[in-house]
């Protein structure tokens, strides 16, 4: 089956094309959760130092604060 496949790649150069930047797509996207995953620890380990007793934050909970950091404080550029 798979043969089959790779014969109808090589016989479409756009479908193979398609299918590349698919991968490369999934690829970026995967790199990019696995590096914010790893970026949210320090984030964690600040939180529950600085507010361990009031609340606790988990590996996703300290993900999603990084997002909306990003999103609420990211870096704006104007061109005026």
Do not use: C, E, H
Not at 26 to 33: D, E, G, K, R
Not at 45 to 65: C, E, R, S, T
Request: proline fraction near 2%; charge should be positive; charged fraction near 10%.
């Amino acid at each position: 089956m798979l043969l089959l496949y790779m014969a109808i790649l090589k016989n479409l150069p756009l479908l193979k094309k398609l299918v590349d930047t698919g991968y490369a797509v999934m690829l970026v996207i995967i790199l990019s959760a696995l590096v914010g995953l790893i970026l949210a620890f320090p984030v964690k380990w600040l939180w529950n130092f600085v507010f361990g007793g009031v609340y606790k934050l988990n590996v996703f909970q300290a993900w999603a604060l990084n997002v909306l950091a990003g999103i609420l404080f990211g870096q704006r550029n104007s061109n005026k």
